[in-house]
C-alpha cells in the first residue's frame, strides 16, 4: 500500500467508509465501486477502502474477527505470524516475566499484538514507513505498544528498558524467498549476536534452516498447523526453559474455531546443531509391516523421527523416507504427531498397470501422497482417466533399497488426527 493510501484512509472519511463496507464478496465487488463512487468519494480512496477489505477478508485465517479491524499490505499479511503462533510465543515471554520486548521487525503487527494481548509493555520496531504506520493503527487497542520506525539493529535496548526480544527477519525480497540466512533483513547471525545484549532472545526463523547454522545452547522449535509447517523458531534463555534441544508443537483445528496444541520433544535435549538420528530402513517389500505412519512435517523437520519411530517399533519403507512401517498402532501420545494407514496393496509404479487398477474398481477419486520419487500428483492423477463411484488413497515411494517406484494402496486408521490432505512433498529424514 502507498503511504497515500494509507493517509486516505486515515481520515475520517476514509475510516467511516472502511468501517462501513460489507463483508468482501467478489461477485459484488465491481458494483459496490461504481455505488461509492456515485455517492461521491473520491475513486483513489474507494480503491484503497476495497483493496483493505479484500485484504481484511483473506487475513481472517490468521487473525480471526480481529482482522475486521486492522490495516494490511499483501506483503505484511503474507508475512505475518497467525495469531494462534503468536499466541505461543507471547506466552514464552510472559512466562519468563519479560518487562519490555522488542519486537524487532514487527511488520504489521502480528507478534507485537500477541505481545501486548498478554499486557506485556512491547516496543514495536520497522524500519518501513508504511508498515510501522499500519503497525501503529493495530497496535492502537493497546496503550502499553509503542511501534517505532527505525532499523532494528540500530535501537538503544537499554535505554528503552528492553529486557528480551523477538525478531522475524524479513525473508523475501522483490517477491523472492531468501534461502540464505546471511541474506534475511536483519541477518540471522546478526539478530542471533543480540544474545550479547538480551539473555531473553526468540528469533523466527524458516522451517528449512540448516541446523549447523542454529545455536547449540538454543531450544528450536518447529511449528505446524493443520499439517503446514509454518515456521520455526530459536528461544534462548529464560525463553527456553525446556533447555537446549529440539521440539515440534503440532497445532490443529479443534473444528469449533479453538486448536488443539500436541508438543514432542526430545527427552535428551540433542544439540540442534547435530544431525538427526538415522534409522534402518527396511530392505524389501517383504519387510512392510500392516500400518504406514507419515510424520507430520514439524517432526520431520526437527529431526524428531528416529524418536517417534523407536517409540512405534517402526522403520522408514526406504533410505530418507519419511513413511514408517510397523504394526504397532499409535496411541494418543503420539496419534497426533502422525498420520496412519493401513497397508492394503502394493502396486508397481507403470501407468498402464494403475489405468487398469482404476479402471478395474471404478476409482473416481483418488488422494495421492509421494515421498522419493520424482512423479507429479497432479499429472499422475490426470493421466489415470479417473472414472466411477470409488476412492482410495495411494502413497507413491520407494521401498528398502530398489530404485523403483511402488504405490502402496492405503485406507486412514481411526488413529491419527483427522485433517485436511496435503500433499506430501520431498523432505528427506
Ligand atoms: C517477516 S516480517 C515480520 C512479521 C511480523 N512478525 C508479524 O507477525 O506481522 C519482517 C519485517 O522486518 C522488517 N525489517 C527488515 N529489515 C529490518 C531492519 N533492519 N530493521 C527493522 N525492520 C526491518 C520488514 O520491513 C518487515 O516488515
Redesign the pocket.
Known sequence: MATSDLALLLTPEGWALLSSLPPYDPQQSLALSRSLREEGHAPALVSAALTQQRLRSRATAKFGPFAQTMLFTPD?LE???RLTV?AHHAARYAAAESARVA?????????AIALAGLELPVLA????ET?AALATVNLMPFPHATVRC????EVDLAAEGVDAVFA????RADGRRLTSPGQW??PLEEVLALRGRVDALGV?IAPGTDHAELPPDAHVQWVSVDRDVVEAAVWCGPLAPEGPGRSALVLHDDGSGGTTSHLLSDPDGTDPSLPPAQLDPVVSLEDLGPLIHEPDGAVIRAGLVALAAERLGARPVGPRIAYLTGSTPAGPGLSPFLRSWHLREVLPLRLKALRSRVRAHGIGSLEIHRRGVEVSPEALRASLRLRGNASETWLVTRVGSSARGVVLVVEPTSAGHPVRPVPADDTPL
Open positions: 505484511g508475512q505475518a505470524t503468536a519486537d524487532l521487525g514487527c511488520g504489521i503487527g502480528g507478534d520496531v520497522d524500519r518501513d508498515t527505525a532499523d532494528a539493529l522475524d527477519p524479513a525473508r533483513s536483519p523466527k
